[in-house]
């Protein structure tokens, strides 16, 4: 780029030399070499004073023409990065005064409306932001971005046949496979399931091998009732990737629908064995959800046990601990949530809030153990520390209750 733009130079630096000289022709010869190349002002305006040296009014007008608008849109330019830092300190009128410059001095500049698109649907102002994408589809028909947040829009608001409108005039002008998904999934959104459909199965023929079309069609056949044939496009795409988790809940997940839990649980559960990570986690929550549900309740227990211990995500663990603590609870071993929300504590992962709500189920749990005193003092530790009213509502309550049965207990006490 450096290179190139030292050439440039150099041709500007002889053009101005020749005409200098009244070379008015050599100069113009040299200067249209480059023309298709050259983002320059000067570049132009040497141009057109070398046309207009000779003459030639018509091409020296093109050209001051060329220089005015190219003068413009750097202009243009230079006030959209101005916008960018305006943003960022959060000076947003001010920004929105530097983008409408900006759209002012170069009218067909697609970047500066989708900024200013942005600023307002950032300030919740919808109306202003709907305005902005129409006058995007004029400038840019055949950009996907005013089509795709234009139908979002109207799908906030409920305008479902605006929805439709605005996604067939785009689907009229753009031919991209990405551009039909997006639509598609909207579509979805609106109940249009038949369009769905029919877009998902273009872009699936058009892009084979994507995963995320695929699965995309698979759900949309599950809304359609097409189960056999949703199974049988998961199994094919299977074989294209035969180690992919997602793939693997998805069979899983029809065959739960088929009413075959044995092959339901079996690829949940190679489900876990191919992944890792958050992956992982999300595999084995879905399989404890499926035992529990079939009342496979012990090895329930053991695939959340895994996942308190081994979970990086900590709101996992603690839907892990929650699921934990009502199988623990239907069971009367209370004495097992203690232990476990001990090796919680020592793990350090959780939030302020997650903790307070780990706090706030021991203490229920520590009363239903007979540990009055125990359950009262983590109570009041959650009074402390949480924000949250609702909590502090039913830890004053619990504390009310717990103070009165630490009374009673004294006073049978001192009677006996």
């Known amino acids: 780029m450096k290179g190139f733009k030292k050439e440039i130079d150099s041709i500007i630096r002889e053009a101005r030399r020749l005409i200098e000289n009244k070379k008015y022709h050599r100069a113009i010869t040299e ?5 298709a190349y050259s983002r320059n002002v000067e570049y132009f305006l040497l141009l057109a004073e070398a046309y207009e040296k000779i003459g030639n009014e018509e091409k020296a007008e093109e050209y001051f023409e060329q220089a005015r608008f190219l003068e413009a849109a750097i202009k243009s330019r230079e006030q959209l990065k101005k916008s960018y830092f305006l943003i ?11 983008l409408l410059e900006a759209i002012e001095l170069d009218p067909f500049e697609p970047e500066v409306y989708i900024e200013l698109h942005k600023l307002y649907k950032k300030q919740g ?14 400038v840019a028909p055949f950009l996907d971005y005013p089509y ?16 439709d409108n605005i996604l067939s005039q785009g689907l009229e002008k753009i031919d991209k496979a990405s551009f039909m998904y997006e639509s598609a999934k909207m579509y979805q959104l609106i109940g249009e399931i038949e369009k769905a459909e029919e877009l998902l199965r273009e872009v699936c023929n ?3 091998g994507n995963v995320d079309y695929r699965q995309k069609l698979v759900d949309v056949l599950i809304n359609l009732s097409k189960i056999d044939e949703a199974l049988s496009l998961l199994m094919n795409t299977l074989k294209l990737y035969p180690e992919s988790p997602y793939l693997l809940q998805s069979i899983a997940t029809i065959y739960e629908l088929k009413g075959d839990d044995e092959k339901a649980e079996f690829f949940m559960r190679k489900a876990v064995a191919v992944s890792d990570s958050f992956i992982k986690e999300d595999s084995m929550r879905m399989l404890a959800d499926f035992l529990i549900e079939k009342g496979k309740i012990d090895q329930a227990e053991e695939i959340l046990k895994e996942i308190i211990e081994t979970a990086e995500s900590s709101w996992l663990v603690m839907d892990a601990f929650v699921e934990f603590t009502l199988i623990c609870m239907d069971q009367n071993r209370t004495h097992s949530i203690i232990d476990i929300a001990k090796k919680i504590l020592k793990l350090q992962l959780l939030t302020e809030e997650e903790l307070l709500e780990l706090l706030e189920i021991l203490s229920d749990v520590l009363e239903e153990e007979g540990h009055i005193f125990a359950a009262r003092k983590v109570c009041e ?3 402390k520390r949480s924000k949250n009213e609702k909590q502090l509502k039913r830890c004053y309550a619990n504390i009310n209750r717990l103070s009165e049965l630490i009374s009673l207990e004294k006073m049978w006490k001192k009677g006996n």
Do not use: F, Q
């Open 31 to 35: 200067l249209e070499k480059h023309k």
């Open 88 to 98: 960022k300190k959060k000076e947003y009128v001010k920004a929105r005064e530097v």
């Open 125 to 138: 102002l919808k109306k202003e932001a709907a305005k902005v994408l129409k006058s995007l589809m004029t």
């Open 148 to 163: 795709l947040e234009l139908a979002g829009h109207y799908y906030s608001t409920g305008n479902y046949d605006m929805v």
């Open 206 to 208: 058009r892009e084979p």
């Open 381 to 383: 530790y959650v009074i």
